[in-house]
């Protein structure tokens, strides 16, 4: 496999289009190494992790762009035969997945300051305790953004409405920040876990702090789904059952709960980059790759075929003087970097 380093985020931030950018350096990577036309791009991956990830990528149209694997954390994609379109999919340049092609591309976990002081908080100084049942039912504390009906897809605005300024005894639903916010999630049963613009950091935060999440995300593939059991550690509700949720929540049964529970502490890490506290977050990226690799190489890459790349256009040779002058200043590179290991190797030598 191979990683393209397109820097999309330095270059589009968070909510900019990634197409061009991306565009240019898939372009260099093809016409200046072998590698990519073997397999029409589908062994090349690159992240883009801004909040709508590939959504404003091309399908097939874009055939250089199509088969890179999108490393992305938001994975909201076409949903299965009979599902209702989702609101604002007309809107999206690729109509037949949208923003994520699933069984090829990868929703990954995002990483967010202080996960690891966090993760440790909860899992090493804690202790955490699988047994326990938390007082309340379900808590979340956010933005709501209720003059903006895309964001969250109409979730969050949904739940303030339903269950916001204590309209409900054991159901908290906060907009922005609240005191304690770490200690209203470890004394919650449950904690919601919507997506943002696109995609949130909530689920990553609730696992690194032993809150059972509730994932109400139509359509939208989480964090390396194809691989973990999300049914052992959280809980999927659709979208239009909102206005029960206070119900089938305390309908849970406490040995369910328990054991969901203790699934929160088992697949944690796997929401966690920072190694030193065990996160596996970056095992599962190369388990990921790794999967990848094997769909292409036994041709498991079904619905979707490999469409055909058209052949790179040559570079024009370059003029004597040009072709002179960059080897010599990759020559004098060369050079400097020979005299820096020796100078080293000397001062090692004198002691």
């Known amino acids: 496999m191979f990683f393209v380093p397109a820097?999309?985020?330095?270059?589009?931030?968070?909510?900019?289009?990634?197409?061009?950018?991306?565009?240019?350096?898939?372009?260099?990577?093809?016409?200046?190494?072998?590698?990519?036309?073997?397999?029409?791009?589908?062994?090349?991956?690159?992240?883009?992790?801004?909040?709508?990830?590939?959504?404003?990528?091309?399908?097939?149209?874009?055939?250089?762009?199509?088969?890179?694997?999108?490393?992305?954390?938001?994975g909201w994609h076409r949903p299965g035969r009979g599902g209702a379109m989702p609101a604002g999919w007309g809107a999206l340049p690729n109509q037949r997945w949208g923003c994520f092609r699933p069984s090829r591309d990868i929703v990954a976990a995002p990483y967010w300051l202080g996960q690891g002081r966090v993760a440790r908080g909860t899992w090493e100084v804690g202790p955490f305790n699988t047994s326990e049942i938390p007082p309340r039912l379900l808590f979340f504390a956010g933005g709501v953004r209720r003059d903006q009906p895309d964001y969250s897809n109409g979730v969050r605005q949904e739940f303030h409405s339903l269950f916001g300024a204590g309209q409900h005894p054991d159901v908290t639903i906060h907009e922005g920040p609240i005191a304690g916010y770490v200690e209203h999630i470890r004394s919650s049963r449950f904690c919601l876990a919507p997506s943002g613009y696109g995609w949130g950091i909530r689920l990553s935060q609730l696992m690194a702090q032993g809150c059972v999440p509730v994932i109400v995300q139509d359509g939208v593939s989480q964090p390396w789904e194809d691989m973990l059991p999300y049914e052992e550690f959280s809980v999927r509700i659709p979208q239009r059952r909102i206005p029960q949720i206070a119900a089938l929540l305390a309908a849970v049964p406490d040995e369910t709960y328990l054991a969901l529970r203790t699934g929160v502490a088992r697949h944690w890490r796997a929401f966690v980059w920072t190694d030193d506290v065990g996160g596996e977050a970056y095992d599962f990226m190369i388990r990921s790759l790794r999967v990848r690799?094997?769909?292409?190489?036994?041709?498991?890459?079904?619905?979707?075929?490999?469409?055909?790349?058209?052949?790179?256009?040559?570079?024009?040779?370059?003029?004597?003087?040009?072709?002179?002058?960059?080897?010599?200043?990759?020559?004098?590179?060369?050079?400097?970097?020979?005299?820096?290991?020796?100078?080293?190797?000397?001062?090692?030598?004198?002691?």
């Open 7 to 74: 820097m999309t985020f330095a270059h589009s931030s968070n909510t900019g289009d990634s197409v061009e950018h991306s565009r240019r350096a898939i372009e260099h990577v093809r016409t200046t190494w072998p590698f990519f036309n073997r397999t029409a791009g589908a062994d090349h991956f690159l992240w883009l992790t801004g909040d709508r990830g590939a959504c404003a990528w091309p399908g097939e149209s874009a055939p250089a762009l199509a088969n890179v694997i999108k490393v992305v954390h938001w």
């Open 293 to 351: 690799w094997r769909r292409l190489s036994a041709r498991m890459y079904d619905s979707y075929p490999l469409v055909t790349l058209p052949a790179p256009t040559p570079a024009p040779p370059k003029p004597l003087s040009q072709w002179w002058w960059s080897h010599l200043g990759t020559a004098a590179v060369i050079a400097a970097g020979t005299g820096g290991l020796l100078a080293a190797w000397r001062r090692m030598q004198t002691g």
